[in-house]
Each structure stands twice: as C-alpha cells, then as structure tokens.
C-alpha cells in the first residue's frame, strides 16, 4: 500500500480502491480508532430533568476537538451510520436491532464517552429498485450489507424517505417519547450524506472515484431540504449539517453551486467542509475559502465544522515526524482560532504501520480485525493530540494578538501562516500561543510565566526570554 493521493496538486496514481478502502472506512465509517474495545456502556455527561428527557452537557457539548483512540478529555465523534436500508428493511418493515447496538456500543463501534455525529444515508434497495438500475448506482466499500450491493441513487419516494428519518430522529432524541429503550445518550446531530459529489467517475484526479451518491445538485438539494424537515419535526432541538464538501476545488464548487443558489442556507444549521492531506499550503484546512465561498450565497452566520482533518499524506508515517507533529499542531490551531468551532480529525497515525488493518472492506470482517500493534502511548503525534483537546478542547472566545498568513489563488490550496499570536480563554484560564521566527512577545504577556511546547512539556522562565519558532508555544502567565 505505497500509493499516495496528492489533493494539493491533483495528482492522483494508481490503485484507487486501497483508497476507497482506506478513506472509506477511516472517515465516512468514523468509528474511530480502538472504538471496538470500548465498554458498552456511554458515559458521556448528559442532563436528565427528571421527566425523562436528555440532553447533552453543554460544556462537553461544545468542546472543540473529536476523540481519538477513547482520549476521556474529548467527546465528539462522526459516524454512526443512519442507513435506511438497515432499519426500513422492507417498505413498512423496521428492524432497530442493528442501529440500536451502534447506539449502545454493543458492537464495538461507538467509543465510551461519545457524543455522536451521525451521518444519514438515504438508500433503501427495496425503494431504489423502483426508480433506479445499473452498476453505475452500486456502493462501493461500507455500505455493503452482507453481500448486498446497496444502490446509492436520489430517493425514488422521497415521502417515504422523509418518513423513515423522522422514526430514526424520534427514537434517538433523548425527549422521552418513543425513545431507544435504555438511550444513554441523545444523538442530537445529523449529517444529511457524505461528499455528494464524489460518485465515481474518476474525471478530475480529486479523488472522484470514490463513491458516496449518484445524483444532481438538484436532488441532492431535495434529499437536504426533506432530511431538514424531517430531523426538526422530530426534533425541533437537533441540528443538521449538510454534507462535508470534499474541497475546494473546482469540480466540487460546480456540484454544490446549484445547491447552495437553490437555497440550502435555510436547511441546515452548520456549515462543513473536509480537509484531506493538510499540508504547509492549507493550514488553515480550507477555511478562510469556505468562509468566502458562503458568504457569496449569502451565508454568513453559520458554525463551520471541519468534520474530516488530516495531515500529510494518508498513508504511511512521515519521514519527518517532527515536521508533521508541528504542521498538526499549527493548522488545528490556526483554524481554530479563524473560526472552524469543531475539528474531527482522521487518527492516521494510531495506524502507521498496520496496513493490514484495513485490508478488507466487508463490513464483518473489519468489525473482527485485530487490535493495533502501535504504541500510542510512546507516539510523539498522539502526546501532541492529547496536549490539544487539553489546552484548547474548551474554550470560550479566541482573540488574534497578531497573525500574518498568506492566502493562495490555487484552488487545492488555502492559507499558510507565518505568525500568530492567539489568546484562547476558558472561563478564568487564558493560555497564549504563539509562533512565527520575526515575532516578539506580546507587550501583555510579562513577568514569570510557563511555557510548554505541543507535546506538554513545561518551562517556568521570565516573559523577556521566551523564544518563539516556526512550532507553536503555549504561554500561561504565572498566578
């Protein structure tokens, strides 16, 4: 599995299905890492009013960073499937059993402490067989039950389709009413599909071969303003996301131009786009693009989660590990501090090495693989994940200090930061965290202090003698 995908050039080599397989699982499938040794049991914080309602603990709530390999700090996860297919089994007939144990955790899929982001898939066969044939319909990877090829078209009834998410949205919501028996914790988010424009035809070298539907912009719309009105008529509480834009590039622009011009903006509530293979040319994962591209729909008052962020090359463990673990550290940083209010991150590196982790795409196979062989806890990459969702998991406000960054004009790329100086504050808490060769220390931050690089190692010393580089420093002033 030595192929790589280079989003940033576009240049796209051989062996496309490790990639399917791969991307598949790793970040639509989400379950992520050692997810499948977890208890069955959920103890994210929740808030009972004794009446039988449940809601998510607010704090936890809106933390910032997903969880990575059961890391307790951290709570969001995305996955969890919604397949109409495996609940609405035939036209009329509901079987839970399956969706309930993702729910619960009993199948080793939902981490303990999770809060999760699921994503709806809206095939059903029984209702894609009346309106649609043919391979170019077929799933590829996760979405095969069985054997079975699901097809993956538009709705052919979209009432019905409508139907079966309001059941799904009503038995999750945590409100008391028809409730999951034993709901610990409410799914209270909804991502209406996955990359929609990825269906499989291999045209720009931006990984299109991928599949995850077969439609127009215009149906895709319709499934978003049906997914919408029937995730609110369940749950006037929950929110909803469109589909994560796969990039920036031009041939996923002109899929979601139609869909955004038609009117998306009124049928959802936070805005998502994906950054894969993140480097020094988009360290800010795309954001600032996005932000820009909103708003010329007039879309501007909308969260933005990045709810696929990865760094280097998907496969395989840097040369330069150093270098990767400050890139990571500096983009999720940065994006942060431009706005993106929650970040999802691929745990690539909890994998460096098992390449036969993933070596087959059944979906029975992959629920029995083998535990990973990579050391986590001697991981430089990981020590820096768990200083993250540490420093910056909660926040309150991000102010810029000073930040100088330059923005490219090549689609594949966004912005590249050379300094920035961030106040993150967390109710009484404020940490600094800076970077940039030219930069001096802010006229704010002075006497004693405590200075702790991305891995968490600290330093008392005197502000006047803090020395900033390319790889950000986390400053706290000394109480």
Known sequence: MSEEIDLGTNNKKNKWWIWVIVIVIIAVVGYFAYGFFAPKENNAPVVKDGSGVIALDPVAEASHISKVAGEEDAYWMRGNDTVWNDIETKEGKYDWDFKDQMVKGDMGMTADGVYNLSIIWPYANWDQESCHSGSKYEATGHLQRDGENLL??????????????????????????DDMPGLEVPIKYWEVLNEPSMQGRSEGGAGEDLKFFVGTSAEYLEILKTSYTAIKKADPTAKVLHAGMAGMQEQFKEFWNPVFKGGAGDYFDIANIHSINTDERREDMYLLKFKDYLSGYGITDKPIWITEAQFGNLQGEPDDIEAFNSLMAKSTIFSLALGAEKIFLIENWTMWGEEDAYSSADKDKEKKRPLSNVDLDSSTTHKLYKFLVKKLGSFDKV?????????????????????????????????YVLWGKSSSVPSEISGSVTVTDIYGEEETKDASTINITDTPIFVEVTK
């Open 152 to 177: 993956m078209g538009a709705p052919c009834d979209m009432e019905a389709y409508g139907a079966f998410l309001e059941k799904v949205v009503e038995r999750y919501d945590g409100d008391g009413v």
């Open 399 to 431: 102010e810029a200090i000073n930040e100088e960054y330059r923005e490219s004009e090549h689609d594949s790329d966004g912005a590249t930061s050379s300094a920035g100086q961030y106040k993150f504050t967390d109710g009484s808490d404020v940490v």
